[in-house]
């Protein structure tokens, strides 16, 4: 069964702690994984796909990597602006559904 | 700029009515998605629809119908709301293979 799942849970840094998090998969044959940052009662905003073992992808403070079977968003130098919650999702060759992790809570003080 | 608009943010209402929410994108996109999205639970698919008056079961249908008279609008409808049906509606678009464009969700209370 297609599976993704998210840790932690939850993650608290102090500005400018760099940390990582992970996101891994199970999916037989995957088209893409797709990483997205949720603000409090929003709907999430799309951040980074990958497609491929050993791509990267960066925007700004967010690096986001993968492999075969797990992805990582490390976070550079973070700043309080950047506490909100990520989700990872993966698709799955030869179908429409998107499979989403129940996320990580990130809380950066300053 | 890309956009999904949801008609509603916020909605409350009774027992047994019927609730209609509405989903507009302006990127031409084929797919569309109804999600709702609990604590804990993370986002939970209902239906999504591939085409015009096409749909496709997600994985918590039961109570939810949808409907796609036109490319760019789908809606998604409670025929009897329920309590259990309190939840954040999440629609969203794409293209085949491409991410998904989320609208600002609609937060829906049923009494």
């Known amino acids: 069964e297609d599976q993704v799942t998210q840790s932690p849970e939850a993650l608290r840094l102090q500005e400018g702690e760099s940390s990582s998090l992970n996101c891994s998969y199970t999916?037989?044959?995957?088209?893409?994984l797709f990483w997205y940052r949720q603000d409090p009662g929003k709907g999430p905003e799309f951040l980074f796909t990958l497609y491929s073992a050993g791509e990267e992808k960066e925007k700004e403070r967010l690096k986001a990597t993968l492999t075969k079977k797990e992805s990582f968003l490390h976070i550079t130098a973070p700043k309080p602006e950047d506490s909100a919650t990520y989700l990872c999702a993966v698709q799955a060759a030869g179908t429409y559904k998107y499979i989403f992790g129940t996320g990580t809570r990130l809380k950066v003080l300053a | 700029d890309v956009k999904v608009t949801q008609s509603s943010r916020y909605l409350v209402k009774r027992t047994g009515e019927k609730v209609f929410l509405e989903c507009v994108q302006d990127?031409?996109?084929?797919?569309m998605f109804w999600y709702r999205q609990d604590p804990g639970l993370g986002l939970r698919l209902i239906y999504f629809?591939?085409?015009?008056?096409?749909?496709e079961k997600g994985d918590i249908p039961e109570g939810y119908s949808v409907s796609r008279e036109k490319k760019e609008r789908f809606s998604l409808i409670l025929e009897s709301a329920s309590t259990n049906q309190t939840s954040m509606y999440l629609c969203?678009?794409?293209?085949?293979?491409?991410?998904?464009?989320f609208g600002e969700g609609s937060r829906l209370t049923v009494l």
């Open positions: 629809s591939y085409d015009v008056k096409m749909k």
């Open positions: 969203a678009s794409s293209l085949l293979g491409g991410e998904l464009f």
């Open positions: 999916v037989s044959g995957l088209r893409g």
């Open positions: 990127m031409d996109h084929e797919n």
